[in-house]
């Protein structure tokens, strides 16, 4: 089925570096990624935050670098929750929760001016992510993702992580 996933840039605003005073594309001066550090302006690739997050997401192995405890912490309900008509979908700290069967789907998504970025870990096991340089419709890249997931019939016994995350110079 056809889907537009980015739209044309055209936003733009007058930038915040004074020594440019002019209008530029939103995503190049309208705020910047140096105060940006604590609160999501890292760079990384798709597949370096789905290894980051296989370090933190709940499951046995690889070894979570935080504790049992940290992580049902980081996902329990709060005591009054975020959407209280919905008891099966929930805010944690830093991750959605949603109820899947006797586990979770848990998601973190982001959003800058013509970025889109998430990442999910799935209650069987999965840890996928998408970032588009763009103004991407979320809702339907994420629809085609768990299409996706939902093809995969045998997890690959490969561990292609030593081909994706070692440092080649």
Request: with cysteine.
């Amino acid at each position: 089925f056809p889907v537009t996933i980015c739209s044309q840039m055209t936003h733009t605003v007058r930038t915040i570096f004074p020594e440019d005073g002019e209008f530029v594309s939103a995503p190049y001066g309208n705020w910047s990624m140096e105060v940006s550090e604590a609160y999501g302006g890292w760079i990384a690739s798709a597949a370096d935050i789905v290894r980051f997050v296989s370090f933190f997401d709940g499951f046995e192995e690889p070894q979570d670098l935080i504790s049992e405890s940290t992580w049902n912490e980081m996902t329990k309900m709060p005591m009054t929750p975020y959407n209280s008509t919905d008891k099966d979908s929930w805010q944690g700290l830093a991750w959605r929760v949603t109820r899947n069967g006797e586990d979770c789907n848990y998601w973190h998504s982001g959003v800058f001016d013509e970025t889109r970025a998430k990442v999910v870990r799935t209650a069987d096991g999965y840890i996928w992510c998408f970032i588009f340089n763009g103004n991407a419709n979320q809702d339907e890249v994420d629809s085609l993702m768990w299409l996706a997931h939902s093809e995969v019939k045998k997890i690959p016994s490969d561990d292609l992580a030593s081909e994706l995350f070692t440092n080649k110079k």
